[in-house]
């Protein structure tokens, strides 16, 4: 299983960018994909997560509003598309895949990990 992240840049405060999470070396029925983020010195913490079947979304409370999840099936990949954005959502954000059993926000849910894309949201 590969999950291929990318779309991270320098982006001024209020701006938006959208990151993408390429899946591939499986079939994902079963699974949700998340979106995490770590920022230096912080713990790796949950952004938002789909299910792959139904598209069911669910967002940390510090995103909610300003982040949208999604999924284009037909290309096997994964959006989050981040408005408003703000200095402290700088980090490097990371999508990851696991079976939907368990909380969308524990990382140990989560079996596989893509590489990691910075964002960086400048004052």
């Known amino acids: 299983v590969q999950l291929q992240a990318s779309g991270g840049g320098l982006v001024q405060a209020g701006g938006s960018l959208r990151l993408s999470c390429a899946a591939s070396?499986?079939?994902?029925?079963?699974?949700?994909i998340g979106w995490f983020r770590q920022a230096p010195g912080k713990e790796r913490e949950f952004v938002a997560a789909?299910?792959?079947?139904?598209?069911?979304?669910d967002y940390a409370s510090s995103v909610k509003g300003r982040f949208t999840i999604s999924r284009d099936n037909a290309k096997d990949t994964v959006y989050l598309q981040m408005n408003s954005l703000k200095p402290e959502d700088t980090a490097v954000y990371y999508c990851?895949?696991?079976?939907?059993?368990?909380?969308?926000?524990?990382?140990?849910?989560?079996?596989?990990w893509g590489q990691g894309t910075q964002v960086t949201v400048s004052s």
């Open positions: 789909i299910t792959w079947t139904f598209g069911s979304t």
């Open positions: 990851a895949a696991g079976y939907y059993s368990g909380s969308n926000y524990y990382t140990s849910n989560y079996d596989y």
């Open positions: 070396g499986r079939t994902f029925s079963s699974y949700r």
